[in-house]
């Protein structure tokens, strides 16, 4: 009996030390998203977006020969989840790069873990304290939120707004989207009379609108990414008020729009032209990506409209799958790639890197659309 | 703060305050036929608002709602044959480790058959900007279905339980479990009719609720927490306390904005549980020698 024990256990060994000989043959990338819980309209097309990208990529033979083995995590936007799996990814998968996480919140929580386990981090999130201060392997493909918070401000002035109420949730994102209004505000001669915080999971902030519309707003301002967007647009309508609701580019996805139903109408937001693409001029340099990215995510998806944040997924891959095309497998020259890399055409606008700019976008990377007939259309100027 | 406002207020607060009773309710009915607290009555109400959802994209709202009700009161009969039945006498300890476990799987399973999106409803009357305007304060008509509906609910439940055979007969159960089985009634049946009922009216709640908030797959959870502190508040066994305890965690709830960043809305329905339970467990209306003279 004990010789058959000591021959399986040398058997089992001989298999684990013959399987990293296929594993050289891979490159692994590791993602952390939020594919499942209040952020999941950002986390699972985010998913969908990253295993449609890696199939057809490895059916082409991969990226410069090598496959590439997508190990995705599902952190249901919980930054404990996302450490614990960002640990598990670097530690013992030792994955090249990691993509994600969707939310800004999970970002922060492992920035530092993955700065220290010198593992590039592509996120997927917009706050702008991901990249501020600069850390040498975290980047970010989502557009600053104080861009967002600027051209929201512009169209507020544009529209003789100068009263607001600010509603947002008590994620990382909200957090710091309401910093960066409070910031601005300002600035810009907005002056906000009333401000509430609400919880990520919340179902009905008629009570929190109520009092916007008691303190005689404007306008409301809403900056979060869970389904409680679709929510506050309702119960404002609901209770009365007339005036326009703006809301973050956490809103880029048309189920938030599709949640609201006929509340959604003329709500105003900035985001990628991701969204519009169809009607884009054609000389437009995006045009061409965004067309292609929007047939495939549709076909792959059954129909299902893609948004803003699988285009953030698709960004983050290709942009990884640029630089090491140009450098190869080696992680530092590869980091200083992307580091480097300037007029990449992306779906969420043109990413022009440097090393104390590790987003790459600017304002024009934004176009402020609105909800017409339960449809995303550029807001007409 | 002035009139308008305070109804506004009053009116958001009885609208959740009638849900987290409907939930309550649904635990007591079960608590009183078997001593069980059960943690999966959220999942019941999840299970009815999503089934509903899904049939109503083949048949008109009234039917999809009856027929929801029916599958999760048929839900409700499978988990207690199933898992609850064949245990002899267990203790409290496992019965709520049991109940929470299905919680916990009848969520997973809810996840993989209807996905991690937001699902509901459509209104029953009007859309989700269609608002009444009552002596100043706006509310949706779904408001008005959600308080109308549920009135109607507890009105029928209470005729059952006082005029119907089986509804004394539950109550007989309830009461001394042993007696009622020397009287020839059925206890275990009672049980299982118990679950149905209870599974039964929280799909109808999760019904009328889903245009006004969502249901997730996960949505279950904060509801039963919600409700079982409404149950508790009220003394647990006890109903017709439900409905006021209901209500008046609702309008607390609702008026904390007031005072307290949103975001502390559950700190506030958490923080009350906490302070019944250490202050008087038996519940605002309970009495305290009569829950201890209760035995299963």
Known sequence: MKKLAIMVLAAVLAFAAASPCRAADTIKIGAILAVTGPASNLGAPEARTLEMLVDDMNAKGGISGKKIQLIMKDSASSPEKAVSFAKQLIEEEKVFAIIGPSTSGETMAIKNIAEEGKTILLSCAAAEVIVNPVAAHVFKVAPKDSFAVDMIFEQMKKMKISKIGVLSSNTGFGKAGKEQVEKRAPGHGIQIVASEVYDKAATDLTAEVTKMKSANVQAILNWSIEPAQAIVIKNARQIGFKGPIFQSHGFGNIKYAEAAGPAAEGVIFPASRLLIADSLPKNNPQKAVLIKYKKDYELKCHGEECSTFGGHAYDALMILARAIKEKGFDRAAVRSAIENMKGFVGTAGIFNFSPSDHNGLDMKAFEMLTVRHGKFAPLSK | ?296
């Open chain 2, 1 to 296: 703060m002035n009139l308008e406002l305070l109804f506004q207020y009053i009116v958001a607060g009885i609208t959740y305050g009638t849900i987290y009773a409907v939930v309550a309710i649904g635990f007591n009915i079960i608590y009183n036929a078997t001593g069980i607290i059960n943690f999966a009555q959220g999942e019941f109400v999840m299970l009815g608002g999503m089934t509903a959802v899904t049939l109503s994209g083949f048949l008109p709202l009234p039917a999809a709602i009856l027929g929801a009700v029916i599958i999760t009161m048929m839900i409700g009969g499978l988990v207690e044959i199933v898992f609850i039945r064949w245990l002899k006498s267990p203790s409290v300890l496992r019965m709520i480790i049991i109940t929470i476990g299905l919680s916990i799987v009848i969520r997973e399973v809810a996840l993989h058959i209807w996905g991690e999106g937001v699902r509901a409803l459509p209104y029953f009357s009007g859309t989700s900007v269609s608002s009444i305007n009552l002596w100043g304060v706006f509310i949706s008509p779904q408001v008005l279905w959600v308080i109308g509906i549920s009135s109607v609910m507890v009105f029928f439940l209470s005729l059952f339980f006082n005029y119907t055979l089986t509804g004394r007969q539950m109550r007989a159960c309830a009461a001394n479990r042993d007696a009622a089985r020397l009287c020839g009634i059925n206890a275990g049946n009672m049980v299982t009719l118990s679950f149905m009922l209870s599974a039964a009216i929280g799909a109808l709640g999760g019904c009328i609720v889903s245009p006004i908030t969502y249901v997730q797959y996960d949505s279950g959870t904060p509801l039963a927490i919600k409700g079982f502190t409404v149950a508790i508040l009220g003394g647990l066994g006890n109903s017709t306390a439900a409905v006021a305890a209901g209500m008046i965690l609702g309008i607390l709830e609702s008026f904390s904005i007031w005072v307290l960043p949103a975001a502390y809305k559950d700190v506030v329905s958490i923080t009350i549980l906490l302070a019944i339970l250490f202050i008087r467990p038996s519940g605002i209306f309970g009495d305290a020698e009569a829950a201890r003279l209760k035995e299963y």
